[in-house]
């Protein structure tokens, strides 16, 4: 049975995140505003981008990375310059939503995702509006770049999920509930725009930046396989998948969710080039029983990385954090650190 879900824009914070920082933000960036001063912003682990869309009035240059290929696609949609046609893409959303069986795509996405993480229809409309996507000439890359996020937000808004794709909801029946949404692209103009997806260790030796942003993943818990199916929407380059839960082999692996993540924080904090860093981090899995959701690296560790480059001031807020299960996290609190860094370059 259909369920009737009016067509909509998505803002950039309308997604199911783990992370995401968009209700701290009013927080966060009273902070920014009052501890820091500069012209550029560097959001080096940017997930979602709702804080560099917070920051956007603040700031002339920015500089975008994280290494899912969906966030980038996602950065690309909301925060470039490059002009686009909305007349364009309107007709093509009312095309996309008319859509009722395949015309262009092979049975991939609806043989493996539909009948789980979405009902069999609208798996199948997935991965129709994704081919004709990939496969139309008159579109350029911003114009692209959007209809692609825009699918991203559509389909995640109605997964049968918890809020990511580490397994689906085991029910007998997925009701139809797909329906293509647009996107509402961020205004930039006068903006100088810089977005990468590349290993934050690598590209904070090539970024000068006043304000350096830092919300690394804490725990194991690896994005690239939280949100693999989003992932494959974005790569279309259709893998062998394997598991319950139909996940490609392992790629794109964070070391900040292992062991070594200490080590590798502290490389990055004693290579940025800046004269401000904002750390954020929270305790909700410091003393968690199991070991894959306890924090990788500790409040203490932070503080010292910090406090050898500079002058950190500590600031605390307490918070109930996004929670897919029913587990008592106790005393959650959000901190903030920001240093100013002595002898920046």
């Known amino acids: 049975m259909k369920k009737n879900i009016d067509t909509k824009h998505f803002n950039i914070d309308n997604r199911r995140y783990i992370g995401n920082k968009n209700k701290l933000m009013p927080w966060i960036s009273e902070l920014i505003h009052e501890k820091t001063n500069g012209t550029s912003f560097f959001d080096v682990f940017a997930g979602t981008g709702s804080v560099t869309e ?56 609806s043989t493996h995702y539909g009948d789980k993480f979405f009902s069999h229809n609208d798996a199948v409309k997935v991965g129709e509006i994704r ?3 990939e496969k139309s000439t008159s579109l350029n890359d911003r114009e692209r770049n959007i209809l692609i996020a825009s699918l991203v937000y559509s389909a995640d808004r ?22 293509f949404g647009l996107i509402t ?39 690239s396989r ?81 406090n050898s480059v500079g002058n950190t001031q500590v600031f605390n807020k307490n918070y109930k954090s996004f929670n897919s299960g029913n587990t008592d996290l106790g005393d959650h609190k959000e901190f903030v650190f920001i240093t100013e860094v002595i002898n920046h370059g």
């Open 185 to 223: 692209p961020e205004q930039t103009t006068g903006k100088q725009i810089n977005i990468y997806r590349r290993d934050a260790n690598e590209l904070i030796r090539e970024i000068k930046a006043d304000v350096v942003f830092l919300d690394p993943p804490y725990n194991s818990r690896q994005y």
């Open 54 to 109: 917070w920051e956007l009035p603040e700031f002339e240059t920015f500089y975008i990375n994280d290494f899912l290929f969906s966030n980038e696609i996602i950065f690309k949609a909301f925060f470039g310059n490059e002009e686009y046609d909305p007349d364009k893409l309107d007709e093509l959303s009312v095309e996309y939503n008319q859509i009722n069986g395949q015309r262009e795509d092979d049975d991939y996405f």
């Open 226 to 306: 939280f949100y693999h199916v989003l992932e494959e929407i974005v790569k279309w380059d259709k893998p062998q998948l394997f598991g319950v839960a139909m996940k490609p082999k392992a790629e794109n692996m964070s070391d900040y969710s292992k062991n070594s993540a200490p080590m590798v924080f502290d490389d990055l904090i004693k290579n940025i080039n800046g004269r401000y860093i904002v750390v954020t981090y929270n305790n909700t899995y410091e003393n968690a029983k199991s070991s894959s959701s306890r924090n990788k690296i500790t409040h203490e560790q932070i503080l010292k990385s910090l």
């Open 158 to 179: 109605v997964a049968n999920t918890v809020g990511h794709y580490d397994a689906y909801r085991k029910i007998s029946e997925i009701p139809d509930r797909f329906v």
């Open 131 to 133: 081919e004709r996507i």
